[in-house]
């Protein structure tokens, strides 16, 4: 998958430019999933930020994608003894959507951009704390 990083600077650049002219500039912050459903994220004792007011990126969702595919599968060896399973070849071919499983699970630490005047939090990744 290719991410159009021109296209995101704009918007971070363009985000970031009516932020300021707003008088209350982007900045990050760090948060912890509470629920998944409805999705809530905890960055401090006076702040919990519900979903509406997140925009998820697809380092933190469950998205799908579609994948072209051309290859001979492996030659397996017999396993079971069953003549269903004997070793064979076969070509995969064709365009498959595949899930890619990335949704976010309670617990997890987040970095979030604060964007549109702190009305809107972009959940950008999650995060491990260093020991």
Do not use: C, W
Request: hydrophobic share 45%; aromatic share 6%; proline share 2%.
């Amino acid at each position: 998958m290719s991410i159009d990083m021109t296209a995101f600077l704009n918007n971070v650049k363009r985000a970031a430019t009516e932020a300021v002219a707003a008088g209350n500039p982007m900045s990050f912050l760090f948060g912890k999933v509470t629920d998944v459903s409805p999705l809530t994220i905890q960055v401090d004792q006076k702040l919990t930020l519900l979903e509406a007011q997140l925009i998820l990126t697809n380092a933190v969702r469950d998205y799908t994608v579609n994948m072209t595919v051309d290859h001979e599968t492996e030659a397996a060896s017999g396993g079971s003894g069953d003549a269903a399973f004997a070793s064979h070849k076969h070509n995969y071919k064709g365009t498959k959507s595949y899930t890619v499983h990335l949704g976010l699970k309670p617990g997890e630490q987040v970095l979030l951009l604060r964007a549109d005047g702190g009305q809107k939090f972009i959940v950008l990744d999650r995060v491990e704390a260093l020991a």
